[in-house]
Nanobody, 124 residues
Framework: QVRLVESGGGLVQAGGSLRLSCAAS????????LAWFRQTPGAGREFVAV????????AYADSVKGRFTVSRDNAKNTVLLQMYSLKPEDTAIYYC?????????????????WGQGTQVTVST
């Protein structure tokens, strides 16, 4: 089992940058694929990015490709989401999720563990 805690959200102007961090506690962090999702009021969770156990496989949603970068540090039990060129439509609660599998997936229902989320607000 793994517990996830996100941090780093906040208010930023359009065009700015933020870095989200997800700290994991529990055993075998390196056994988990990790993903970021986001959610706006009244909508379901939207896939943002995923990184495999060893970091060799990465995928992004088309809406963030070229602007966001996901990375992980297995020694520190941390996954990061670096966000550049933020847009107002990036405003959402961002969630970290984990799945004990070598395969990456964009499907929300494939993830077993979730953090509590961190709010990102991008102003015009």
């Amino acid at each position: 089992q793994v517990r996830l805690v996100e941090s780093g959200g906040g208010l930023v102007q359009a065009g700015g940058s933020l870095r989200l961090s997800c700290a994991a506690s529990g055993r075998s962090f390196s056994s988990y694929g990790l993903a970021w999702f986001r959610q706006t009021p009244g909508a379901g969770r939207e896939f943002v990015a995923v990184i495999s156990r060893g970091g060799g496989n990465i995928a992004y949603a088309d809406s963030v490709k070229g602007r966001f970068t996901v990375s992980r540090d297995n020694a520190k039990n941390t996954v990061l989401l670096q966000m550049y060129s933020l847009k107002p439509e990036d405003t959402a609660i961002y969630y970290c999720a984990a799945r004990n599998s070598p395969l990456i997936t964009r499907r929300e229902t494939d993830y077993n563990y979730w953090g509590q989320g961190t709010q990102v607000t991008v102003s015009t």
